[in-house]
T-cell receptor, first 115, second 109 residues
Framework: NAGVMQNPRHLVRRRGQEARLRCSPM?????VYWYRQLPEEGLKFMVY????????ESGMPKERFSAEFPKEGPSILRIQQVVRGDSAAYFC?????????????FGQGTRLTVV | AQRVTQPEKLLSVFKGAPVELKCNYS??????LFWYVQYSRQRLQLLLR??SRESIKGFTADLNKGETSFHLKKPFAQEEDSAMYYC???????????FGKGTLLTVNP
C-alpha cells in the first residue's frame, strides 16, 4: 500500500492562474480531508469529503476554492485565480469511516508557490 | 473555539537527555489529543493519542485536564528522534483536527 499520494509535490503558479492539487487516498479509504499549512503556522482543516459528497467544508475560503472527490479518480482541490496569500503547503489525509479509534493517514503534501 | 499552543518553536537537547515538548489546549468539551511527527522528507504520521495510553518509540504523553496540557516526554532522547512534532486536538466533530504550530526537536550527538 503506497499510502496517500499527492501530486504534484511542488507547484508554481502565477497570480490569476488556476491550481489543481490531487490526492489519491490509501486503498480502501473512502474519506478524504484537506488541510492547509501557511508559513510558520499549524495545519488548518479545510474540507472533508466522501466519495461524491462534501461532508464538511467549514474551513474552505468562501471564494475561489473548491474540492471534489469523484466516484472514480483522485480528490481534487482547485484554487481559481490564485493570489500570493494562497502560497502554502496543502496536505491531504484519508481514512476509512471515521470512528473512535480511526487514524487519518497523511500524504506528503503539495507546496504551492504563487509568483 | 478550540486552540492548540506549542510554546517552543525549537528545542535542542543532547542524546541521552530527557526531552519534554509542551502542548496546551483550549476546548470547552472533552477533547481527544494527538501527537504527530514529521521526520525529514517524510509524511506526517501519528505518534500517539491520549485515549490509547500507549508508549511509542519511548514517548509518552498524559492528558492533564486541570492544566489543559498534553506534554510529550521521553526520558532518553535519541538522534533519530530529531523531527518536527505537532500536537493536535479533535473535538465534537472528531474528524477535524486542530494543530499547533509545531516544535522542531533536534537531538545532538
Amino acid at each position: 500500500n503506497a499510502g496517500v499520494m499527492q501530486n504534484p509535490r511542488h507547484l508554481v503558479r502565477r497570480r490569476g492562474q488556476e491550481a489543481r492539487l490531487r490526492c489519491s487516498p490509501m486503498k480502501g479509504h473512502s474519506h478524504v480531508y484537506w488541510y492547509r499549512q501557511l508559513p510558520e503556522e499549524g495545519l488548518k482543516f479545510m474540507v472533508y469529503l466522501q466519495k461524491e459528497n462534501i461532508i464538511d467544508e467549514s474551513g474552505m475560503p468562501k471564494e475561489r476554492f473548491s474540492a471534489e472527490f469523484p466516484k472514480e479518480g483522485p480528490s481534487i482541490l482547485r484554487i481559481q485565480q490564485v493570489v500570493r496569500g494562497d502560497s502554502a503547503a496543502y496536505f491531504c489525509a484519508s481514512s476509512p469511516l471515521w470512528g473512535k479509534n480511526t487514524e487519518a493517514f497523511f500524504g506528503q503534501g503539495t507546496r504551492l508557490t504563487v509568483v | 473555539a478550540q486552540r492548540v499552543t506549542q510554546p517552543e518553536k525549537l528545542l535542542s537537547v543532547f542524546k541521552g537527555a530527557p526531552v519534554e515538548l509542551k502542548c496546551n489546549y483550549s476546548y470547552s468539551g472533552s477533547p481527544e489529543l494527538f501527537w504527530y511527527v514529521q521526520y525529514s522528507r517524510q509524511r506526517l504520521q501519528l505518534l500517539l493519542r491520549h485515549i490509547s495510553r500507549e508508549s511509542i518509540k519511548g514517548f509518552t504523553a498524559d492528558l492533564n485536564k486541570g492544566e489543559t496540557s498534553f506534554h510529550l516526554k521521553k526520558p532518553f532522547a535519541q538522534e533519530e528522534d530529531s523531527a518536527m512534532y505537532y500536537c493536535a486536538l479533535s473535538g465534537g466533530s472528531n474528524y477535524k483536527l486542530t494543530f499547533g504550530k509545531g516544535t522542531l526537536l533536534t537531538v545532538n550527538p
